[in-house]
Every structure is written in C-alpha cells, then in structure tokens.
DNA sequence: GCGCGAATTCGCACTGAGTGCGATATCAAA
DNA sequence: TTTGATATCGCACTCAGTGCGAATTCGCGC
C-alpha cells in the first residue's frame, strides 16, 4: 500500500493535529477496505469486517464513509482526478481545448498507474452498482473538465467546450477498456495505457464530421 | 399509464397462456412502481407496498425483477433501446457509421418521449446510484451500438465502430442534458429533444480533429 | 381426462447495509 | 480551566435482498 492513499478536499491550511489524524483515520480504513476487497471479494466483505480490522466501531465508519461503495469508489482514479484541472490549467491556449485535454491525459495515464488504482479497477468490475459508479465518476469529471476548460478558454461557448470535454473523457474510457483487454489477452506484450490512448484519439479524428 | 410498457424480450414465437401472464405480471408491477414512486419518491416506496398494491407476494417481487432500481430501470429509454438496432440496419450504407446513428437517434428521439419514460427519468435523478445505473445503461447502449455498426459496416474496424458509438450516443446524452435544463427553465418555450440533438451533432463536428 | 414435470407463487427466517438517537470521550481555543 | 466542537461508540431499528423449501398452477404428452 505504497500508493497515494484517497484522502478528503484538503482545504490549503496548515492542518492541526485533529485534522492529521482524521485524515489517518480515513486512510487506514480505505486501505484496511480495499485489502480485504482483493482478499475476499467486494460482496463477502462485510462492514463489520472493515470495522474491525480497521480497529473503529462499526458505527463509526459511517463518519468517515457514506456506504461501503465508497470505501473502493474513493480509489477510483486517485490522484488522477485532482490533477487534471491543475493540469489543463497549464497547456497553452494557443491549441483546441480538445487538443489541451489530449495532451494533459496522455501524460496523466503515463503517471498514474498504480497498484493500488489497478487494483480497484478490478474490483470496480465485480458489482452492477459499482461498475455504474464508476462510470458516474467519469461524467463528473467530464463536467469538472468542461469547467475548468471554461475558466481557460473564457472565449468559447460552454456547450462547445462540453461536447470537448465529453470526447476527451469519452475517449479515456474507451482506451481503458481497449487496455484492459489488452492486458487480459497479452499479459507480458501489454501497451501501457498512454498508447492505446492515443490510438483512440486518432480514431477520434477520422470519425467526425457526422455528415459524411 | 398508457405508454410502451416495460416487458421481457420477446423470443418471437406464439406465446401461449402462460407467457402472457407472466408479461401482465411485470407489467403490472413495473406499472405499481413507478406510479408509487411518483406518489412517495423512490426511497420512500417499501418494496412491501409494492408488492401489495401489485396484488403480490413480497418474495414473487424478486421472481421477476433483481432490485427495487430495477422497476425504475425497465422504464428508461424503454422501446428506445430496443429500436435502435432494426432503425440502423434499415440506414443505407453510403453514408458514415455516424452519420447513421446521428439520423437514427434524431428519428427516434422524435418519436420516443413518453409521458412515463420522462416521468421514470425525473425519478432516475434522485439517487446516486439510479443516476449512475443510467448511465451504465447508456454505456451498454453504446456497446450494441457498435455491435450493430460492425454487422452493417463488416469491413470496418471494430474499434472505430465504437468510438463511433461512444460519440453518438454521448451527443445523445448530452443532448438530454440540455434539454432538461431547457424545461427546467423556459417549461413554455423549450425545445423538442431532438432539436438539442442536432445541435449537438452540430458542435461535435467543430471539435476534432483533437490536435488542431 | 390423467398425470408428470416445469413454471410460478408464496412464507419464513436470515444476513447485512444503512440510519436515528443519544451518550461519552477527546481535543482546540478562549 | 472551562467550553464548544469534533470524534467515537452502542443500541435498536428499517429495509433490501437471499436461501430454502412447500404449495400451487399450468402445459403437454399419453
């Protein structure tokens, strides 16, 4: 568990002592949750489980989550999602949006590829529930993308700009899923996910216009 | 209650007196549902009351539907989904894969909103889970999207079908997005679905190449 | 018509997630 | 040191969903 752990909106001040261990507390859950996922499965893991090797009442865990979803939920994309507005807020404007967001995933996917994130992705897949959630996650940071998007290029109208963030997420996902079974078919030959992204994004451009 | 009710794939055949009961019952309870959960809400409607006012007992519910979300869930974009595949095998081959989902969906979209589908679509917002499995639903659209584009288009590759797909029907459901906004501001004057669509399509074809 | 096998309906008891309430403990700051 | 907010916890409760098996109904071949 060597990867960046899930932790909660750090609002920028120097953190006292409760604060460190609230965020200690929230961690160690996550992780105790997310080693018994891999352990036992997502279903036959129970909360009382989590509860109790985490060391916290049962009841207490609600403090820190809102469902047992949200304990795998919280490593979905960790890391990733935070940098990519910190990210888009850096490329040039002298490019499409699209192609800023093109720019900014591609060197994203080739950082964040943790265990753990690898990890949970897999377990992501074990539930309906958790495989839809999953994706809601996505179009929220399709529409966080959108909004930074128009802090940057305040010129562009935001539906445009929601079209440009819906491709860019779009094509992530796809990429993921041509990844995955990449990994599945050709374990050792595996592309790492950059280049499938890139793949996708080419495809990307000869399928428009829709008019053709 | 007098919309394309939600029913069980039909396996084509002559369906005896057995058959038709059983499509009555989940109708009936899918019909129960969704007016109870426009009366009380979605979390507030027990399954015991469903199963009562459907004339049934609590355990026969989960003879026919998996979960509670699933009775919400047979109403989103019902007959929708089923009619994508025959509208697109009917559009000629001259054109592009896209720019034959773009004139399905705006055929479509036309013809499908119903009084209970837009009802059930209200309700699909008001938990995260329920707006998360639509969303998971669209994803499986996308997928039989692209399996339908691969039998119409065999000598195209599969993975330019569904980047195809994944750009349709992600217009279609920003498209949605816009028009609920839409009503929610001018109810009077808001525009037909499909009008959103093609707009939409508009923007699409102005955002790749993603390099530019 | 008769009876066999499958489909359907149902009751009961059980697990486990999630909530409401309130009591207690801990910590930060005045 | 007091005080108020934060954190921890226990208890009892509701409700969704499952396993099991009994009882009923129905389609169909004989």
């Given at each position: 568990m060597d990867t960046a752990p899930p932790s909660p909106a750090t609002p920028g001040k120097t953190e006292g002592l409760r604060d460190r261990k609230r965020r200690e507390t929230m961690q160690r859950i996550a992780e105790t949750g997310l080693r018994l996922f891999m352990e036992n499965g997502f279903e036959a893991t129970t909360l009382d489980a989590i509860a109790a090797a985490a060391g916290i009442a049962r009841r207490t865990f609600f403090y820190y989550f809102?469902?047992?979803?949200?304990?795998?939920?919280?490593?979905?994309?960790?890391?990733?999602?935070?940098?990519?507005?910190?990210?888009?807020?850096?490329?040039?404007?002298?490019?499409?949006?699209?192609?800023?967001?093109?720019?900014?995933?591609?060197t994203l996917t080739a950082r964040f590829e943790t265990k753990a994130s690898i990890a949970a992705d897999t377990l992501l897949r074990s539930t309906e529930t958790l495989r839809a959630r999953k994706l809601a996650k996505m179009v929220d940071m399709e529409r966080d993308l959108a909004q930074v998007m128009a802090e940057r290029w305040p010129d562009r109208a935001a539906e445009e700009l929601r079209v440009a963030a819906m491709l860019a997420i779009g094509a992530l996902r796809l990429a993921q899923e041509e990844w995955r079974l990449d990994h599945a078919a050709h374990p050792d030959t595996a592309r790492p996910l950059a280049e499938h992204l890139k793949a996708t994004f080419a495809l990307l451009d000869r399928q428009v216009p829709s008019t053709a």
């Amino acid at each position: 568990m060597d990867t960046a752990p899930p932790s909660p909106a750090t609002p920028g001040k120097t953190e006292g002592l409760r604060d460190r261990k609230r965020r200690e507390t929230m961690q160690r859950i996550a992780e105790t949750g997310l080693r018994l996922f891999m352990e036992n499965g997502f279903e036959a893991t129970t909360l009382d489980a989590i509860a109790a090797a985490a060391g916290i009442a049962r009841r207490t865990f609600f403090y820190y989550f809102k469902s047992k979803e949200d304990v795998l939920l919280a490593w979905q994309g960790s890391g990733f999602v935070e940098a990519i507005g910190p990210a888009l807020l850096q490329e040039p404007t002298d490019q499409s949006p699209l192609a800023a967001a093109r720019h900014c995933l591609l060197t994203l996917t080739a950082r964040f590829e943790t265990k753990a994130s690898i990890a949970a992705d897999t377990l992501l897949r074990s539930t309906e529930t958790l495989r839809a959630r999953k994706l809601a996650k996505m179009v929220d940071m399709e529409r966080d993308l959108a909004q930074v998007m128009a802090e940057r290029w305040p010129d562009r109208a935001a539906e445009e700009l929601r079209v440009a963030a819906m491709l860019a997420i779009g094509a992530l996902r796809l990429a993921q899923e041509e990844w995955r079974l990449d990994h599945a078919a050709h374990p050792d030959t595996a592309r790492p996910l950059a280049e499938h992204l890139k793949a996708t994004f080419a495809l990307l451009d000869r399928q428009v216009p829709s008019t053709a």
